[in-house]
Structures are given as structure tokens and as C-alpha cells.
């Protein structure tokens, strides 16, 4: 219980140690927490503005999908519309093409029953002729009778 | 018991509450064979026993925080990592809500303090009789000294020497603080003009300079007188064993307790000596309104 050098002794240990902690000990460790507290008030932070961020892409994705429909609406109204269209084109056309092949198809009819009228008149002319030949046992001289024969080949 | 049936139980309390005493006596540095012996070699003396249990705890502190703080991360800690921060955060709450000023020193100190007084402390909870044992079992085969001669008193913090050179450290850092913030004047005036003004400065004087003195005195005397009794108990009920296999078993349940009670009051004193501190830097810090 004397109290001696021991006093003196211990002072010194006492300040050496506290230089030490002081020095080499405190600041990294304190360093390390007060990183660790930067970086979860980051993570925090992060993970809110992700939240937020999804919320928003969210907003945006109902709206796009909303924009998106409509524009898929009006499409298809309008593909409807333009086939409409094309079909009544196509209708348009084919009545058109039709008349077309339908008068083409007439004329060529009448002027085959023309030809063929001409041809009948020549052949029944030639008919009569030789009917008449054979009622007259003779020979009709064509030049002869030709207007005759033509007389009798417009009436039939 | 140290000693066997040749001690008294007054012989034995006195052997356990001796220093091992470094010193000069007849012209000579050795150790001191008696308490007697150690009172005579006046002030230029050391106790060995304390310094050396006070700096192998202190080293002890120093390599396994060094050890922490060398490979500490930021990432997910590891064991002892985790340990060390849970204790730094705790001086570090402690700090920030006791002291208001600037200084790096303070909460380093505070660290220092709290675990450095804790261990010291602890060693009140090794059994009294072991380590002296030991020493005295080396002291005899090695150095073939007289095995009653041996002094070993493994608790630093009973050793006066001990407290009242650690209160001392922070007695002389307050009063540089209190210099360096406020100024020679600015310190001189505090304590000659406060609490009464200009008026009253011989009472001034008289009142702060008995509460600065009071300051390191309170800390050392509470931190040994704690400790000092602590450990006083403990070879009290050590001395029981030696009564009788009845008493022996209850002497063996008080210690226990006490033990277990023990862990609270060394934990404790060296809560307070480190609040008590940063306190007392706090006040260095600030100018007192008149």
C-alpha cells in the first residue's frame, strides 16, 4: 500500500496504450463503421429509389400497353376499312372485266352469225342453183342469172 | 492457503495484500523480503507484480484489438471483428453523449480505459491463492527464495499505485485541454473568478481547486477501494477453506457468489473511471458561464 514509483510506472503505460489506441487502433475501426453505416443508408436509399423506379416503369408500361392497344384498334379498323376497300375495287374491276369479256364475247358471236349467215346465203344460193339446175335439167349460166341469184340469196 | 499451517490468518491476509517490491534498500536493488522491507524503500520503488500484470493486460488489449482493427472490413465482419466493434460502438455512443467538444484523443482514451480497468479488474475473479502460489513455487525452485517472501498481488487495480497513476494521466490531460481551449487566463479565472465572481476569490480559489484536486483523487480512491475490497473479501472467504470441510463448502458458495457479484462491480468501476473521464474532458472543453 506505499505509494511509489509504480505511480510513475503506470502513468507511462497509460499514455503509451492511449497513443497506441489512439494511433492504430480507434481510426480504422471507427473508419470500418462508419463505413458500414454509409453503405446501408446507401443500400437503403437504393433499394427506395428502385422502388420508385419500378413503381414509375410500371406507370409507364400500363401506359405504353394502353397506347399500344389502341394503336393495335385503330389498325385493325383500318385494315378493315382498306380491305373493304379492295374488295369493292376487286368487285369494281371484275364487273368491269366481265362487261369487257361479255362484249368482246358478243361482238364475236355476231360476227360469227354473220359469217355464218354469209355462208348459209352462199351455200343455199349454190343449193338453189342446183335445185334449179335439177328442176331445168340444165345449166344455170351464173353470169346469165346473177342478179337472180343474188335477188333469191338476200331473201333467204 | 499460501504457506500452509505456519501462517496465521493475519499473516496470510497481510502476505496477500503485499506487493512484490522492486527497490533500494541498504544500497542494494533487490526485492523487498517483507512489507517492512518494501515501506522502507520510500518512493523509488516499483511494484513489479502490479506493473507487470498492468502492462501483459494492456499489451493483451492492444494485440487483439490491433488484431481486429488490421483486418476489419466494412463487409460482413467476422467473430472477433464483431466483438471489437460491438465494444467500440458502445465507447462510441458513450463519447458522443457525454462529450461535446472536438478531440480524437477522447474516445480512443475511453476505449483504452474501459477495457484496459476491466481486465485488470478481472483478475480479482482468478482464485487469490493460485497465481501467488505459483509465484512463490518459481520464486523458490528458481530463484530459491523463501517461499513466505514471495509477494504476488495479480489484481493491478488494488494497487493505489496503480489507480492513482492512471487518474494522474487524466488529471494532467484535463488541465492541458482545459489550457489549450480556454487559455492560461481563461483556465486561472475559471478557477479564481467562479463561482463568485471577483468578489469572492478566496472562496473561488478554496472551492474549484478543492473540486479539481477532488477529481483525480475521487477516481483513483473509487476505483481502489472497490477493487480493494473486493479482493479483501475474497481471501477472507478463502480463509474458510482451511476451517473445516462444513465451513470450506459454504466458504466455497460465498465465493461463488461474490464471484458471480463481482463480475457486475468490475464490469461497473470500469464503466464509471471511463464515463467519469469523458466527463471530465468534457468539462476541459467547455468555457463555464459566469
Redesign the interface.
Given at each position: 500500500?506505499?505509494?511509489?514509483?509504480?505511480?510513475?510506472?503506470?502513468?507511462i503505460?497509460?499514455?503509451a496504450?492511449?497513443w497506441?489506441?489512439?494511433k492504430?487502433?480507434?481510426p480504422?475501426?471507427?473508419?470500418?463503421?462508419e463505413?458500414?453505416k454509409k453503405?446501408i443508408a446507401d443500400g437503403l436509399a437504393a433499394a427506395e429509389r428502385g422502388k420508385h423506379e419500378k413503381e414509375l416503369a410500371e406507370q409507364r408500361a400500363k401506359e405504353e400497353l394502353a397506347e399500344a392497344k389502341k394503336q393495335a384498334a385503330d389498325i385493325i379498323a383500318q385494315a378493315q376499312k382498306r380491305s373493304n376497300e379492295i374488295v369493292d375495287e376487286a368487285k369494281d374491276a371484275a364487273k368491269e372485266e366481265g362487261d369487257r369479256i361479255k362484249a368482246a364475247a358478243q361482238s364475236e358471236i355476231e360476227l360469227e352469225v354473220n359469217r355464218a349467215k354469209e355462208q348459209l346465203r352462199v351455200q343455199v344460193a349454190a343449193i338453189a342453183v342446183e335445185g334449179a339446175q335439177k328442176i331445168l335439167k340444165s345449166e344455170i349460166d351464173a353470169k346469165k342469172h346473177e342478179s337472180v341469184l343474188d335477188e333469191l340469196a338476200a331473201q333467204i | 492457503m499460501a504457506g500452509g499451517a505456519t501462517l496465521t490468518s493475519g499473516e496470510y491476509i497481510k502476505h496477500h495484500?503485499t506487493?512484490m517490491?522492486f527497490?533500494q534498500i541498504d544500497g542494494e536493488w533487490r526485492l523487498a523480503h517483507t512489507a517492512q522491507e518494501?515501506?522502507e524503500?520510500?518512493?523509488?520503488?516499483?511494484?513489479v507484480d502490479?506493473?507487470a500484470w498492468?502492462?501483459v493486460l494492456?499489451l493483451f488489449?492492444?494485440w487483439l484489438?490491433?488484431k481486429?482493427?488490421?483486418t476489419?472490413?466494412?463487409?460482413t465482419p467476422s467473430g472477433l471483428q464483431n466483438f471489437?466493434?460491438w465494444i467500440?460502438?458502445f465507447i462510441?455512443s458513450s463519447v458522443k453523449g457525454s462529450f461535446a467538444g472536438k478531440n480524437?484523443?477522447v474516445?480512443?482514451?475511453a476505449?483504452?480505459i474501459f477495457v484496459?480497468i476491466f481486465l485488470m479488474n478481472a483478475m480479482d475473479l482468478i482464485a487469490v491463492d493460485w497465481l501467488p502460489q505459483i509465484a512463490a513455487w518459481i520464486g523458490h525452485t528458481a530463484f530459491g527464495a523463501d517461499p513466505h517472501h514471495v509477494y504476488f498481488k495479480v489484481v493491478?487495480t488494488t494497487?493505489?499505485?496503480?489507480t492513482?497513476?492512471?487518474a494522474?494521466?487524466v488529471f494532467w490531460l484535463m488541465i492541458y485541454y482545459s489550457i489549450k481551449v480556454k487559455g492560461l487566463g481563461g483556465f486561472l479565472s475559471e478557477l479564481a473568478f467562479h463561482p463568485f465572481g471577483k468578489w469572492g476569490l478566496p472562496v473561488n480559489l478554496l472551492l474549484e481547486g478543492v473540486s479539481l484536486i477532488s477529481k483525480p483523487v475521487s477516481l483513483a480512491l473509487r476505483l481502489f477501494g472497490n477493487m480493494y475490497a473486493g479482493e479483501t473479501i475474497f481471501i477472507l472467504i478463502a480463509i474458510m477453506y482451511s476451517a473445516g470441510w462444513s465451513l470450506g463448502l459454504f466458504g466455497g458458495f460465498l465465493q461463488l457468489g461474490w464471484a458471480i457479484f463481482h463480475i457486475l462491480i468490475i464490469t461497473l468501476q470500469a464503466f464509471i473511471f471511463m464515463t467519469l473521464t469523458i466527463v471530465y474532458m468534457d468539462m476541459a472543453h467547455t468555457v463555464e458561464e459566469h
Amino acid at each position: 500500500m506505499n505509494i511509489n514509483a509504480t505511480l510513475i510506472g503506470q502513468s507511462i503505460f497509460f499514455f503509451a496504450f492511449i497513443w497506441f489506441v489512439m494511433k492504430y487502433i480507434w481510426p480504422p475501426l471507427i473508419n470500418a463503421l462508419e463505413e458500414r453505416k454509409k453503405k446501408i443508408a446507401d443500400g437503403l436509399a437504393a433499394a427506395e429509389r428502385g422502388k420508385h423506379e419500378k413503381e414509375l416503369a410500371e406507370q409507364r408500361a400500363k401506359e405504353e400497353l394502353a397506347e399500344a392497344k389502341k394503336q393495335a384498334a385503330d389498325i385493325i379498323a383500318q385494315a378493315q376499312k382498306r380491305s373493304n376497300e379492295i374488295v369493292d375495287e376487286a368487285k369494281d374491276a371484275a364487273k368491269e372485266e366481265g362487261d369487257r369479256i361479255k362484249a368482246a364475247a358478243q361482238s364475236e358471236i355476231e360476227l360469227e352469225v354473220n359469217r355464218a349467215k354469209e355462208q348459209l346465203r352462199v351455200q343455199v344460193a349454190a343449193i338453189a342453183v342446183e335445185g334449179a339446175q335439177k328442176i331445168l335439167k340444165s345449166e344455170i349460166d351464173a353470169k346469165k342469172h346473177e342478179s337472180v341469184l343474188d335477188e333469191l340469196a338476200a331473201q333467204i | 492457503m499460501a504457506g500452509g499451517a505456519t501462517l496465521t490468518s493475519g499473516e496470510y491476509i497481510k502476505h496477500h495484500l503485499t506487493n512484490m517490491t522492486f527497490g533500494q534498500i541498504d544500497g542494494e536493488w533487490r526485492l523487498a523480503h517483507t512489507a517492512q522491507e518494501a515501506k522502507e524503500m520510500g518512493f523509488w520503488a516499483f511494484h513489479v507484480d502490479s506493473l507487470a500484470w498492468s502492462l501483459v493486460l494492456g499489451l493483451f488489449f492492444i494485440w487483439l484489438f490491433r488484431k481486429a482493427a488490421k483486418t476489419v472490413t466494412s463487409d460482413t465482419p467476422s467473430g472477433l471483428q464483431n466483438f471489437v466493434e460491438w465494444i467500440v460502438e458502445f465507447i462510441d455512443s458513450s463519447v458522443k453523449g457525454s462529450f461535446a467538444g472536438k478531440n480524437y484523443l477522447v474516445a480512443p482514451m475511453a476505449l483504452t480505459i474501459f477495457v484496459w480497468i476491466f481486465l485488470m479488474n478481472a483478475m480479482d475473479l482468478i482464485a487469490v491463492d493460485w497465481l501467488p502460489q505459483i509465484a512463490a513455487w518459481i520464486g523458490h525452485t528458481a530463484f530459491g527464495a523463501d517461499p513466505h517472501h514471495v509477494y504476488f498481488k495479480v489484481v493491478p487495480t488494488t494497487d493505489p499505485n496503480v489507480t492513482f497513476g492512471m487518474a494522474l494521466g487524466v488529471f494532467w490531460l484535463m488541465i492541458y485541454y482545459s489550457i489549450k481551449v480556454k487559455g492560461l487566463g481563461g483556465f486561472l479565472s475559471e478557477l479564481a473568478f467562479h463561482p463568485f465572481g471577483k468578489w469572492g476569490l478566496p472562496v473561488n480559489l478554496l472551492l474549484e481547486g478543492v473540486s479539481l484536486i477532488s477529481k483525480p483523487v475521487s477516481l483513483a480512491l473509487r476505483l481502489f477501494g472497490n477493487m480493494y475490497a473486493g479482493e479483501t473479501i475474497f481471501i477472507l472467504i478463502a480463509i474458510m477453506y482451511s476451517a473445516g470441510w462444513s465451513l470450506g463448502l459454504f466458504g466455497g458458495f460465498l465465493q461463488l457468489g461474490w464471484a458471480i457479484f463481482h463480475i457486475l462491480i468490475i464490469t461497473l468501476q470500469a464503466f464509471i473511471f471511463m464515463t467519469l473521464t469523458i466527463v471530465y474532458m468534457d468539462m476541459a472543453h467547455t468555457v463555464e458561464e459566469h
